[in-house]
């Protein structure tokens, strides 16, 4: 069997050190928050080139403390991407605004710049980018709109943990960037975790007491704030997996251009890295005309695939609301009904992208 992702191997390359950081947490007995927490920011901000860095429980929570540290909320509107995890949308209506939700480019599957300014209203607030599969988004574009129209750029990195544009890192680029630490990610916890990256001295403030019951010190509550605070657990785990995060993502580059040179000119199409882009390829997806007879073959020969995403956000049922119909983005529903994701994870072995890539060839006419 060749599994989509395999969390295992990758806990038993580092288990030694994972397993002293958890005892130390433990032995410590500051379990939310805390000295690890803290130290684990200070590292996740010196390598994104932020100047904050702030823990949070997910990525979602990130998203919602980044919207409302932006002063974002009900009666304005968000701009972002149609496809995307449903994440980004939710976060956009726990704050009370109207997501505006637009096409994306084909070959990067990102936001299309070009259609952005279309969906500028008096409203807007903000644009969300997201850094779907781990490519960055064509940011200056959305950065030089954003100075000219006065909107915030927070940027969804919760899947592109240490890619760049044009060498800046992924998440350091806008006003804000949210990522998230679940166990899949290119960064993954040992549970749920995420962070806001800024360097606004003022955002950072407003999420630090955000994120613990809108506290300035301890019963001082400032603002009406939530219990987002991220576990002393993962933020020792997260050091820990830090510092293995290059290796990994380069261990995931190497991956791709395997994949890339064993599908060329076969029947599926391969992902294409933008000339501004270090993608660090959390999904490897391919486009595939049949795409569930390719998916059905594969499992029939033990190999796992997943589908990032099989339906846009406007034609979810949860998102009916926003009034949109099939047709009204066309390009996200060609993708949706395309992608494909191959297994990838660092410790994927040549032997396996080998039968992962034959079984493409055979079956992906
Ligand atoms: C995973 C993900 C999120 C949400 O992160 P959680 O930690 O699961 O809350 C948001 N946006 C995107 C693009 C994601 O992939």
Redesign the pocket.
């Known amino acids: 069997m060749i599994p989509f992702v395999d969390l295992k191997a990758q806990y038993h390359s580092i288990k030694t050190e994972i397993d002293e950081a958890v005892i130390r947490v433990l032995e410590s007995s500051q379990f939310v928050l805390g000295k690890e927490v803290a130290a684990f920011e200070e590292d996740f901000a010196g390598y994104c080139g932020s100047k904050y860095a702030l823990g949070v429980n997910?990525?979602?929570s990130a998203?919602h403390l980044a919207l409302l540290a932006a002063g974002v909320g009900p009666g304005d509107e968000v701009i972002t991407t149609t496809f995307?995890?449903v994440?980004?949308v939710a976060a956009i209506e726990y704050v009370g605004a109207k997501p505006v939700l637009v096409d994306i480019e084909p070959a990067s599957f990102n936001l299309d710049v070009a259609r952005i300014e279309a969906a500028i209203t008096p409203r807007t607030r903000a644009i969300i980018p997201?850094h779907l599969y781990g490519q960055p988004a064509d940011m200056d574009p959305i950065l030089e709109l954003a100075r000219r129209r006065n909107l915030i750029v927070i940027e969804?990195a919760?899947?592109a943990h240490g890619a760049t544009y044009k060498g800046r890192r992924a998440g350091s680029i806008g006003h804000l960037g949210c990522f998230?630490f679940?166990p899949g990610?290119n960064l993954g916890a040992y549970g749920?975790g995420?962070l806001v990256t800024t360097d606004n001295p003022e955002y950072a403030r407003t999420i630090r007491m955000l994120r613990d019951w809108g506290a300035e010190r301890k019963y001082q509550h400032v603002l009406k704030g939530y219990n987002y605070r991220l576990e002393g657990i993962q933020g020792a785990i997260l050091r820990v997996k830090l510092r293995y995060l290059e290796a990994w993502t380069e261990a995931r580059r190497a991956h791709a251009r395997r994949y890339n040179e064993l599908l060329e000119s076969s029947a599926v199409q391969t992902p294409e890295e933008m000339p501004y882009a270090r993608h660090v390829y959390h999904v490897y997806a391919v486009r595939a005309a049949r795409r569930e007879a390719l998916q059905q073959a594969l499992s029939a020969q033990s190999i796992q695939t997943n589908i990032h995403y099989p339906i846009p956000i406007h034609l979810l049922p949860a998102h009916a609301d926003l009034g949109h119909r099939r047709g009204d983005f066309p390009q996200a529903e060609a993708a949706a009904d395309q992608v494909l994701s191959l297994p990838m994870f660092p410790e994927l072995t040549d032997e396996q992208i080998a039968t992962v890539a034959a079984a493409v060839r055979s079956n992906g006419a």
């Open positions: 997910s990525g979602t998203l995307t995890f994440a980004t997201v969804d919760a899947q998230s679940y990610k749920e995420g």
